[in-house]
């Protein structure tokens, strides 16, 4: 099995070398790992492109590639380019440090990088560390990720649901926010909503005068609700989340055409 591999937090990431580890195991002694990550952190970029500039790349060793742009960047760069003649058999992205359970999946680069591959055709996971108290005291915080991710991404190939529609299905995984031997099991998720504010700003003055604003996040430890991935994440499960690029609210759309008749 020949392997893309990327994420949002950097080329040097800790997460991207757990992710490794885990598509080296996944691609076996005959298959490929191929890395095209950020060369600098791309967090909370979601889907981005960069369509309006170019995206500079770099062969750093054998097989592992930097690229100045976002995650959906480095999958364009890793199809069209890296590996344009040997197109791989699945895209994992991450493993991102924090989780992108509930309204974080909406900002996440990581989540863009497999959304990406989706698009292009191909069967891609993104993966997340949960990160809170019961992680902090870790030697390897990406504990849990570590030991379980292998497992989880065979899983799915093996006996998840997949398909080859104009926006096929990806998945989004979050390991949660405990030591690996306390992870109690595998989920099932719907994305959770945590219902408070979790982004805002918060201005500063530089020394020079000048005014910036800096992003602030919110509480992650907010219950969602039986079913959802934020609940599992914080009940010691791993979640899975099923997921498309199709925007549409299908639930709407009969009401929507009655009002417009």
Not at 46 to 59: F, G, K, L, Q, R
Not at 114 to 128: K, Y
Not at 143 to 160: K, M, Q, S, T, W
Request: with cysteine; charged share 20%.
């Amino acid at each position: 099995m020949r392997i893309l591999i990327t994420n949002d937090d950097g080329i040097n990431a800790p997460g991207l070398a757990i992710l490794h580890a885990i598509a080296t195991e996944i691609a076996g002694d005959a298959g490929e790992v191929w890395t095209v990550a950020p060369a600098f952190e791309q967090s909370g970029v979601a889907h981005c492109i960069s369509y309006t500039h170019p995206t500079m790349i770099v062969e750093l060793s054998e097989r592992r590639f930097a690229a100045e742009g976002s995650p959906a960047d480095c999958v364009l760069a890793g199809l069209h380019d890296v590996l344009v003649d040997a197109r791989p058999d699945l895209v994992l992205s991450g493993v991102n440090r924090g989780n992108n359970s509930g309204e974080n999946a909406m900002y996440s680069g990581t989540l863009g990088g497999a959304m990406e591959a989706a698009l292009q055709g191909l069967p891609a996971i993104a993966l997340s560390q949960f990160m809170g108290p019961g992680t902090a005291a870790l030697a390897d915080p990406f504990e849990a990720a570590a030991r379980h991710g292998a497992a989880v991404v065979r899983l799915l190939l093996d006996r998840a649901p997949w398909d080859d529609g104009p926006y096929r299905l990806f998945y989004n995984v979050n390991f949660p926010p405990v030591a690996a031997a306390e992870v109690k099991g595998v989920a099932a998720s719907r994305q959770g909503f945590r219902g408070t504010k979790q982004h805002g700003v918060e201005p500063h003055v530089a020394p020079s005068g000048r005014r910036f604003l800096w992003v602030k996040g919110g509480r992650q430890d907010i219950r969602t609700g039986a079913g959802t991935d934020v609940e599992a994440n914080l009940d010691g499960l791993i979640s899975v989340q099923p997921c498309r690029a199709d925007l549409t609210a299908h639930d709407a759309l009969d009401a929507l055409a009655a009002a417009l008749a």
